[in-house]
Structures are given as C-alpha cells and as structure tokens.
C-alpha cells in the first residue's frame, strides 16, 4: 500500500495585497510553514498604517484570532530561513491587535478596580470609591492603526479627606502591558501590568514614580498608598 503523503500547509492572501508582495512572500510559504506549530489553511492579511507602512500578518484560516508573526516585506527580505523559524517559534513579533487589546485592557482595568473596591471595604473603614472616564483617549499607536478613541475608566478613592487616583496613563508601552499613574494623597506612583496580554492572570507591581523598584501591588499596599504611608 503506498505510502500517504504528508499534509501540506496552504496559504491565501488578502485581495488588497499587491502582486509583487503576494510573489514574494508566496516564494518564502516554505519557511513560513515549517516555522508554524501546525499544517493546515492560512492567510496573509495586513494592516496599513497612517505613515503608508504596511505589515503583513499570518493567520489561521480556521481561527482568525491565531495570528502568529507580524512583519514587513522589507523585514521578510532581510531575514534567513532560520531567523524566520526563531522569530514564529519564539513569538519574537507578535501581531498588534489594537481594537481587541483595547477591550481587553478595559477589562483588565474594571477587574482591577473591583479589587480595589474590595480592598478598600475590607481594610479602609468608611473609604468611598468613584469610578470616572478619560473621555475619548488615545494613544499614538491607536492613531497610527486606525483605531478609534476609547473612553477608558478611572478610579477615584476617597478616605478621611485623601484622594487616591488611578488614572491609566498607556496602554502601549515597552515592557509592560500598560500602565497606570496612582496619585495618592501625598505620593505619585505608577501601576505596570507586567503579565502578556494573553495570560489569563494579570501581575501588577507597583513603584514610586521616580524610583526603579517594582514591588507586588497587594491589599497592604494600597492601604499604605491612601494613608500617605506608601
């Protein structure tokens, strides 16, 4: 009985791509595939930003959301077959999903603030807590990608006549996924999320503004920040 072949990987392209990119890129699929965890039907598709600067994303037919590298053409034709291998395997260029990190930045946020809610309950007797927005913000990556303003929720705490705030100041930041400015009654502070996107539990810390070190944002902590003892 012969042998079955093994399966293949097959790649589409979105219409707008051009036809010498769609040739290039097609003449690297090889690479491509053999970097991807596994076979199955795939699609280039890409993102044009304001600048005219396109880059092309890999995704899986079956699960649009799976998208596994990011680049340019000038970036593709500058790498080596290995390198295109290390950067899928190692989700060295993750795609930028603005409108979903957004929603999920939301999120994160009010899980955030129901902890703190819970806190303040819990260990501050007597704390008030006020939710706000920053009207229609947004960040230069946002501009870039097209993305519409979001109203983004803020966090006011109230405590024997102290104000603590928790105002997101970025989303897109080096380093973290996203940061937050916490203006207590006598300090400045700032609140990174250090956990990726996609983990489904977030790592705050938490450190004073002009200082370097990052310590884990907990219950005693915030207690600490809107006494003015942080």
């Not at 007797?125 to 990556?141: A, K, Y």
């Amino acid at each position: 009985m012969a042998q079955q072949a093994p399966a293949k990987s097959t790649f589409t392209f979105d219409e707008r791509i051009d036809d010498e990119a769609r040739d290039y890129i097609r003449s690297r699929n090889d690479a491509f595939a053999s970097a991807l965890p596994l076979t199955g039907h795939f699609h280039w598709a890409f993102v044009e930003e304001t600048t005219g600067r396109r880059h092309y994303q890999l995704r899986r037919n079956s699960a649009p959301a799976a998208c596994y590298v990011e680049l340019t053409l000038d970036e593709m034709q500058a790498l080596e077959d290995s390198e295109i291998d290390k950067i899928i395997k190692h989700n060295e260029r993750p795609c930028i999903d603005v409108n979903a990190r957004l929603d999920r930045r939301i999120e994160r946020l009010n899980d955030l603030y129901a902890d703190v809610k819970q806190w303040c309950e819990t260990g501050l007797l007597g704390c008030q807590i006020e939710r706000g927005i920053i009207s229609r913000h947004q960040e230069p990556m946002m501009r870039l990608r097209r993305a519409a303003p979001r109203d983004i929720p803020t966090l006011t705490i109230l405590y024997q006549g102290m104000s603590t705030r928790f105002v997101p100041r970025a989303l897109f930041v080096i380093g973290a996924n996203g940061i937050i400015d916490v203006f207590g009654p006598k300090k400045h502070f700032s609140l990174f999320d250090l956990a990726p996107d996609s983990a489904p539990i977030r790592d705050w810390k938490i450190t004073h503004y002009s200082d370097k070190i990052l310590s884990p944002f907990t219950q005693p902590v915030l207690t600490l920040v809107v006494k003015g003892r942080g």
